[in-house]
Structures are given as C-alpha cells and as structure tokens.
C-alpha cells in the first residue's frame, strides 16, 4: 500500500498533469469503484469540469474541480493512475476514465479492487465521511507536541498500533511507524499511555523526520504519465530502512539483531537492545 510520501507524490505529479485541464467526459467502469454515485451520476457530475488542481488530505487524494465538487479518490493496495494517448488502449483493470481536453485520458487502473472514489460539495469536504475523523496533518502545527502528548495518553493500545490509527496520527503507515520508533527508541509493544513526556517529544519528531526525508527522495523521482507517482520504493526495501524489512540483520546503531513481531497482523521490525520495553 502506498505511503504518505508516495500518494503525495501522486497528488504532485497528476496536479502537474492535469491541473488547469478540463474533464470533458467521465465513465465509471465499475459501480464498485465508486458505491455512492452510481455510472450515469458520476459522468454527468464530472462533465465539462475544470480541474483547479490536485492535492490530498491523509492519503485521500483530492481533485478541485471548478464546479464546486471535488473528486475524493483513495488507492489502497494497488489503484493507481495513467495518463494515456488517443493512440493507447486502456489497460486491464480500468475502473474510471475521465477524457481531457488535449485528446489526452486520466485512466484510473486498479489491479487489486480496493480503490475508491466519491464526489463531494468541495465545501462539505471536512465534514466528509472518513476525511472528518482524520488526525492532523504531520506537518501543520496541530500535530504539536501537545497534542501528540495528550493523545498518547488516553490510549493504552501499543504505541505501534496507535501510530497506525489515522485518526489519532495522520499519514503513517506500516514502514515509518517501524522506522520513526526505532530513531526514538520506543519498543513497539509499549502502551501509548506509558510513554513519558520526552520520549513523545522525541517520537513526534522522528515521524516528521522520516516523512520528510522520504518526501525528499519522492521529489528526485521524473514524471512518467503512463504511472503517475509509481511506486518510488517498491518492495524491494533493503538498505533504504533501519529496522523495516531487516529481520535477523545487523542494527545499523548498535550491531544487535532486528527482530520481527506480528501485531495486528502486521510485521514490526525493532532492536530489541536500542528500544527496551
Ligand atoms: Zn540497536
């Protein structure tokens, strides 16, 4: 599943694509795609709509459109879009296209069947289902020390697991939840209530630090249109992380082994000697 940094890529690389273009017709090829608006609503509500740009809130991606809707899409596991020419059929696992002005189409492919889309009142956006319940965005203010000190509190669900929450922190998926308790010496099973003051200082800023330097990397990678943002780590991660994917290898600060745990049916990498319970 992308992460934060790739779907803002994503939302950077299709705002340089499309932003400032129109829709000049919409089809949703599968009803599924898109539960609350049904085929013929979802191309008559995105006809003739110009896109004033494209940017996200968490990792819904969110297309302004200049007729006060915004189109609401999340990838999942595996959607993901293309900007393809008149002269290229559109590929297996199509769900949605949206013809552009320019004879060029948007085709939003998903291989896994997880992808959603919605259209909103651009207005109604913060009160949207799933958009509402978002935590801060890591990097605006709200996301203080405080507030992370005072969330923390109420949770005694291990610290892992409450990082994933969305509503409790935004945007941090499986590998920085690993990564950002490793640089701040949090094992991951300890619960979030018992974590002192310090240590929660030290965590908030290990979160903006990793996103931020996957986010740098995420700025070197070129636009292909035929795979807009792609997938800049693929599984292949060995060497880019500290702990993530690094079972029974050398920690990189103290040379202890990298152990892995399942918690909530999802792998955890830690050292066990730099984060003690
Ligand atoms: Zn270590």
């Not at 890529?9 to 609350?36: F, N, T």
Request: proline letters at 6%; aromatic letters at 8%; hydrophobic letters at 35%.
């Amino acid at each position: 599943m992308p992460e934060l940094p790739e779907v803002d890529l994503v939302c950077r690389q299709l705002d340089e694509s499309v932003a400032g273009r129109r829709i000049v017709s919409a089809r949703l090829l599968r009803e599924r795609l898109s539960p609350a608006t049904p085929p013929e609503a979802f191309a008559e509500m995105l006809a003739e709509a110009g896109i004033n740009s494209v940017g996200r809130r968490g990792k819904f991606i969110l297309f302004d459109l200049a007729n006060g809707r915004t189109l609401v899409t999340h990838l999942r596991m595996s959607g993901r879009f293309m900007l393809l020419g008149p002269d290229r059929e559109d590929p297996k696992f199509t769900h949605a296209v949206f013809h552009l002005d320019g004879d060029e189409r948007l085709v939003f492919q998903d291989q896994r069947h997880f992808g959603m889309m919605k259209i909103v009142a651009t207005e109604e956006i913060p009160f949207t289902e799933d958009l509402k319940k978002l935590a801060p965005e890591p990097f605006s203010e709200e996301f203080s020390a405080e507030y992370l000190v005072m969330t923390l509190r109420r949770s005694n669900r291990p610290v892992k697991l409450f990082l994933l929450d969305q509503t409790k922190v935004c945007g941090v998926g499986n590998i920085y939840a690993s990564e950002a308790l490793f640089r701040s010496g949090i094992h991951p099973e300890t619960p979030a209530s018992k974590i002192s003051r310090p240590r929660v200082i030290r965590l908030r800023q290990a979160v903006i630090d990793v996103l931020t330097e996957s986010m740098e990397i995420s700025r070197s990678v070129p636009l292909d249109p035929e795979n807009i943002g792609g997938s800049f780590y693929g599984d292949d991660a060995d060497g880019e992380w500290n702990v993530y994917g690094r079972e029974g290898m050398a920690c990189p600060k103290c040379g202890g082994t990298i152990i892995r745990l399942s918690q909530g049916g999802r792998s955890t990498f830690y050292c066990k000697r730099c984060q003690r319970k």
